[in-house]
Structures are given as C-alpha cells and as structure tokens.
C-alpha cells in the first residue's frame, strides 16, 4: 500500500495501538518527543456546535467516513525520517500521514477545505462529511457533486460507514432529525455505566464526558457542584465519593437518560432568553418559537465564585444575564431579541436609572444589545423548568427543589436529609407541626396550602431559624 517502509532513520518513537468503534485496532505512534520540537500549524478547527447550527431546516441527511484519512494524505520524502518507529521487522518509517503527529489535523483540515469547497449542503468535521437538504430532490445532486470532488482529487470513502438518505442520522456524537438535537444513545449510556471515580483524574475524565452534553442539561453548573469541588487545587488525589456526589451524578444521568432534546437554533427566526441566579450559580436558557411553543435551543450555567456569592440579589440577577448574552453572543449580537427573567427590578437596565457602580458598568456592557424585558413572575412558568420537570425522577425533583430553595442556618445538609424533609413536607396529615430529621428541626406552617421549612441545628439557634416558602415545591405533590 505504500503507507510504511524500511528505514535507517536516526529517530524512533514508540507504538500505540488504539481500539476503534469497530473494535479493529489503529495503529498509532506516540509522537511527544516529536511534537515537542515541532512547529505549531495554526489552523482553524470547527466547533461542532456551530456546525449544528446549520442544520435547523434540514430533513435529509447522509454521512460518510473517509477511509483511512490519514493516510490520504502523502508525506514529502524529505521529512519521512523523522516518522520512524520500531517494530519486530525493524526500523519503519511512515510515507503517509500517521496519527498522532501535532500537524497532521491542521494539515487534514486544510485538505478537506480545499477538496470540499465548491460542495453545496455540506458539513465536514475533519474525516466525518455530512450532506444536509431541505427536500429529496436536493438530495441526490448533492451527492454527485460531493462524489465527484472525492474522486477528482483520489480520497476513498468507507463503504461501512455510508449512510444515504437518512431522515436520522447520527452526527459528531449526536443524534440530528428534523431540526432537533439529542445525546447519541451509547455515549449516555457509557455515562450511565461508568463506575464510581476513586481518583481526581476519573473525576476529570466523568466532567470531560458530561460536558460534552451540558448544553442538554438546565443548571447544569449548580448539579455538579459537588462534582466540580473534588477537582479543587490542593484536595486529595484520592477522592472521597459523597452521597451529595452521586445525587449529584444521578440528577445529570436522569436528565440525560430521558433523551432529552433541544431544537437546532434558526438564525433568521426572534430569540428569547431566560435567566436566573441563586445563591451559588446562575443559569440561562435560550429558546425560539416551534409549533406554537418556546422551545429550549440551548442551556449555559455556571458556579457563583466565592465573591460573587456575597453579591445582592439584583446584581446576581444582572450577573446572569451578562452571562447570558456572554454565552449566546454569536446568536444575540446585532439582533434584537426577548429577555425574560422573574425579577421585577430588572427593568432598571432599560430606565438608566442606576447608582451602583457594578450594575452601572454592567448596564453599560448590554448597551451593545438590542433587547425588550419581559417580567415573568414564577420559575415554573418557564418552559425549560417544565422540561426539567418531565426529564427527573421524582425523587430527584423533590431534592433539586428544596436544594434550589433551601437557605441554610448554619452547617450544609446533605442531600438525603433533603428527601426526609421533603417526605415531611410531603405528608398530608395536618397533625404533623414539627419534627427532628438528622438533628435538624423540620416545622410545617399551619396553612397547608403555604407550606414553610423551618431549620435549626441545635436549639440554640432557634432565634435564627430560616423560613422558606416552598412556592414552586407545590408541583412535585
């Protein structure tokens, strides 16, 4: 084939072999020491979520998969040497582009721009093409012009992973039908499989793995929390897995096991925005209209930093949505669009009327924005909170709920002292006042229809006890 061939180089770097999906092995080489000294190529790498974004009209589909990719590309004979590797047979060299090479995706990428550049209804992300049409009668012309420049410049495609004409195809991880995205199957269930990390480099790996599909899941920052804080600069190598860890873990798996499904954003069609903050994170949700609903486009979240806690209510509110116009900018910037949020002080960005020096320079940050504001009274009003709703077990409801609006007296409680209160709250017998849950006094108001926590630790801070109004708790009776 002409891919190796003997060598007398003066270099030599290790092989590893890697197992692909179909469980064939790719021969790799472990080319650090090369890379160390080699000259970075500075190509642009396309994000696949902007290359999804392409897809909003699209109904039919077809993916192909070169064949051996790499090795497509054939290597100058001047730099063959420096490819060599050892084997039982001797000293090789490589004649075709290898992987594991720190150029060798820019220079593939630049390859595929060239070959694919006059290719209509076309995404490409490295090896993985996928032609995209509005109608059949697109479909098969698409095709021939994609085929022909595959010809014309001598690249094979794999015959296995050819599929034409699909109404659902899987894409870069993802499965894409009629305008919606949702998580490919086999990555969620590898999320649901995985075993309980022991050490902080399988926490690192269980985040690489979920981020992936945090655009799927609403507060996605708050949930893992816990999960994040065992990655804290200077915390133990060897981690100790928590019961607010695997509630934690479980809240994600729900979400994420229950297919959830976001619609591909139309660039040409009004956006809204929703936000909030709470004490510890603030999130946003962008929507558009689909068949009469706001439907959820894409979730962002993240933690409150330390500092940012201390913060008055309106300015994490503010915060939040200097996040989310942050987050969405490639979708808000020069366009105007609908900012929805559940408190009311909020319009004072829209009067100019503001004597704080940080939510002035932040008011100042959104003039770029051309937007309207919409008070929206409730979380549960909001269409992503009732998408949230539908995608948890009931359990798991019932702890984000009180977690959300818990405010705590002193010590943190864990996340199973959270259930037994909600059992508490739960409870339909009016006889039921008080109680002591794990040392922590749970107090039901006399009025059922307005039903109030009240938490202490000790009896000593009872002048200190906290009432929480369970508003948006009423859904989970």
Not at 220 to 243: A, C, H, Q, Y
Request: with cysteine; charged share 20%; glycine share 4%.
């Amino acid at each position: 084939m002409g891919v190796i061939e003997p060598s007398s180089s003066a270099y030599c770097s290790p092989i590893v072999l890697v197992k692909k999906k179909d469980n064939t092995l790719r021969l790799c080489i472990d080319f650090r020491k090369i890379n160390a000294v080699t000259q970075f190529d500075a190509n642009n790498i396309p994000l696949p979520e902007d290359l999804f974004t392409q897809l909003s009209q699209s109904t039919f589909f077809t993916s192909c998969d070169l064949s051996k990719a790499y090795w497509q590309i054939s290597l100058s004979k001047e730099c063959r040497h420096i490819t060599a590797f050892q084997t039982p047979l001797g000293l090789m060299h490589w004649c075709r582009m290898p992987f594991g090479l720190a150029g060798a995706p820019a220079q593939f990428i630049r390859l595929m721009l060239i070959v694919l550049k006059d290719c209509p209804n076309l995404l490409n992300y490295f090896d993985d093409t996928l032609v995209h049409t509005t109608t059949w009668v697109q479909h098969p012309e698409s095709l021939r012009i994609l085929f022909a420049a595959l010809r014309k410049h001598g690249l094979t495609v794999n015959p296995a992973k050819l599929s034409i004409g699909q109404t659902r195809i899987e894409f870069l991880g993802h499965v894409v039908s009629n305008g919606t995205l949702s998580p490919l199957p086999s990555k969620v269930q590898k999320v649901v499989d995985l075993r309980t990390p022991t050490t902080k480099k399988q926490v690192q790996s269980l985040m690489g793995l979920l981020n992936y599909y945090r655009l799927f899941i609403p507060s996605f920052s708050t949930i893992t929390t816990p999960l994040t804080n065992l990655l804290r600069k200077g915390s133990p190598d060897m981690v100790r897995w928590s019961e607010e860890c695997q509630q934690a873990f479980d809240a994600v798996s729900d979400i994420l096991s229950s297919e959830p499904v976001l619609i591909i954003p139309d660039v040409n069609a009004p956006f809204v925005v929703q936000t909030d903050a709470s004490d510890y994170g603030i999130g946003a949700v962008l929507l558009q209209m689909r068949s009469g609903k706001l439907m959820p486009c894409r979730f962002a979240s993240r933690k409150l930093l330390p500092r940012e806690q201390n913060y008055s209510t309106i300015e994490r509110e503010t915060l939040a949505i200097v996040y989310a116009v942050s987050a969405f900018y490639k979708f808000l910037a020069f366009r105007h669009f609908e900012l929805q949020c559940d408190h009311r002080p909020i319009s004072f960005l829209k009067k100019g009327k503001v004597r704080n020096s940080r939510l002035m320079r932040w008011a100042l940050a959104l003039q770029e924005f051309s937007f309207s504001i919409t008070y929206i009274p409730g979380v549960d009003s909001r269409p992503e909170s009732a998408t949230t709703k539908s995608q948890l077990t009931k359990r798991t409801q019932q702890a984000l709920a009180l977690r959300e609006h818990l405010l705590y007296a002193s010590a943190p409680i864990s996340c199973a002292t959270i259930l037994l209160c909600s059992d508490v709250l739960q409870s339909t017998v009016s006889a039921i006042r008080r109680v002591t849950v794990h040392g922590l006094v749970v107090r039901r108001a006399i009025d059922l229809s307005c039903r109030t926590l009240v938490i202490s630790t000790s009896p000593a801070a009872a002048r200190r006890l906290v009432l929480c109004p369970l508003a948006s708790f009423q859904v989970n009776n």
